[in-house]
C-alpha cells in the first residue's frame, strides 16, 4: 500500500523507545512507517504528498493539557496590556487611546493581559480610573488581569453605567472595590463585586464567540499543537465544538474539561453538573479521538498573579492587610465538598481535574484525593497548574496516583516577575517539574493560554532553563534535560488524557499527528527553542497548517 503522505530526509524524534529515524510514512490517519529515508521511499506512490524535510525536525504533535479556547479567541481582539511589551503605565495608555481613536463613542473598549500582580516600578502604582479617563472619555473600558482570577480595572464611564461609586457599600470578601483615600472607587473591581459590570457588557453573540474559537484554533496550529485540553468547557462552547467538528472544522484534536459545580451555598452558578453528566452515562474519553470528554473542572483556590493562590505562609513584597485575600490567597470551594465530588466522579467513571496553585490549595486537593480515592486504580485525577509543591507535596501526589498539568509556561512568559511576591526560598519548588518527574508524577506542561502564551516552545524551553523573560534565573535546581522537556508536551501530556497508546510519539499506528521544527531543540542552545519555527503541523495525516 502506498502512502498517503511521506516525510524524508530530516530527523524523526520519536520520543519513544524506538530509536529516532530519518523518516515516516503516513496513511490514512495513522503513521505506518518510522524508519530511513530508502524505507520510507519504498512506500511512495503517484498520489503520495511528499515533503523533504531537509534535514529539519520532526516531533510527536504537541499536547497542551490546559487551555481557554474561546477566551483566547477573545483576548486576540483585545488591546493588549501584557508586559512586556509596555513598561509603563503610560504603554498601556497609549494603546487604550489609539484604540479609542478608532472607537464610536459609548462603545466598550476591553483590554486584557494587565498584570495586578506586579506594580509598575517606575510609577509605584497601579493603572486606576483616573488614568483610564484620560486615556478613553466618551468610552466604557475595562482592564482584565493577565490571570483572570484577580478583577478589572474600569474606567469613571463603565463604573457609572453599573451603579457604583463612592456611596456603593463595600462587598464581603474576597470581593473587592479598592477605593482611595477619600473613598472613590479607584477602579478596581474584583469576584462578586464585578458582576454589575459583567451585566452592562455587552453579551458577544454566537456567531462571534465561533470566530473567536476558530481563530484560537488557527494559532494553535501556528504553535504545533495538535490536542489542546479545554480548561472550561460551557454548554454552548461544547455545542460551538460539536458543529465545527460535525462540519470538518474541527482542526486541533480538542478534549473537555466540562465546568464542575461549585457548591449549593454559592448561589446560582452551584447546579449539580456532576450529578447530571453521571446520570446520562458520561465517562471519561466519551466521545472520539477528534473530541472527547477529559473530565470535570473544579477551583481549590486563586491565582500567583493577583496573590490569591493560597499560600500556607503569607505573600512577601507588598504589605497587605493580614484579612486581605491578598495576604495568604484565598480558598473557592470547601475541601470537605471537594472530597464528596472527587467520590462521586470516581464512582461514575468520571476523572475530575482541579485548579490548584498555592502550597496550602494544593494540600486541600491532595486532601480530597485522599480521601475519595484508591491509588491502586488508574484513575488519574489531576492538579492543574501545580504552582507550588514541596517534596511532602510532590510524595503525596505520587503516592495517591495523581497526575499534574504544570503551568511552567508561567515562569518563562509575561507573569513571570509575580515571583517577587513568592520569595527566594519558594521558586525552588515553584513549578516543580523535576521533582515531579523524579518522584514518577505524569507531568506535563501549559500556559493556560491566555493567561500566558500557548506556544509549548516557550514552556519546552523555561523547563529546561528555569529563565524568566526578563532573564532572572529561577529555582535553577528544577531544570530538566530537553529530553523530559519534551515529554512534557508529548507521551506525558498524552498519558494524562489517557491515550498514550494512540500519540506523544512517532511509531508505527500511532495518530499521524505531527509538529515540524526548524531544527532539533535537542541540538540547539536552550535559550534559542523558543526561537525555532513551526514549519508544518499534520493532525490525522492532514497538513493543517504550513509555517
Sequence with gaps: MHA?????????????ERPDAEALAIVGDRVRTVGSTDEVSEVIGPDTEVVDLDGRAALPGFVDTHVHVPLAGARMEHVNCRSPPNRSIEDVTARIHERAEATPDGEWIVCSGYNLGLVWEAEDRHIDRWDLDEAAPENPVQVTSVGGHTGSVYNSVALALAGIDRTTPDPEPPAVIERDDDGRPSGLVSEAA?????????????EERRDRIERAFEQLLAWGVTTAHDALTRPEDLRIYQ??????RLPVRLGLMLQGDVGEDLGAEGMDLL?????VGLETGFGSDRLFLVGIKYFMDGAFTGRTAAMSEPYEGEAVPEGSPQYEGVLHIDPEYLADRVERAAEAGLRVCVHGQGDRGIDHVLDAFEAALDPDED????????????PEQVERIAAVGACVSS?????GGDVS?????WGEERMDHTYAVRSLQEAGVPTAGNGDWPVTTGDPLVGIRTAVTRETVTGEVVGPDQRVPVEDALRLYGPDAAYLEFSEGEKGRLEPDTLADVTVLSDDPRAVDPVTIADLDVEYTIVGGSIEYTG
Design 379 to 390: 484513575h488519574r485525577c489531576r492538579i492543574e497548574h501545580g504552582g507550588l509543591t514541596y
Design 194 to 206: 464585578e458582576i454589575p459590570l459583567h451585566d452592562v457588557i455587552p453579551e458577544e453573540t454566537r
Design 407 to 411: 503551568s511552567i509556561s508561567f515562569l
Design 4 to 16: 498517503d503522505l511521506v516525510l524524508l530526509d530530516g530527523t524523526v524524534v520519536t520520543l519513544s
Design 417 to 421: 516577575r509575580n515571583w517577587v511576591y
Design 275 to 279: 450529578s447530571r453528566v453521571r446520570d
Design 243 to 248: 458543529e465545527l467538528a460535525r462540519e470538518g
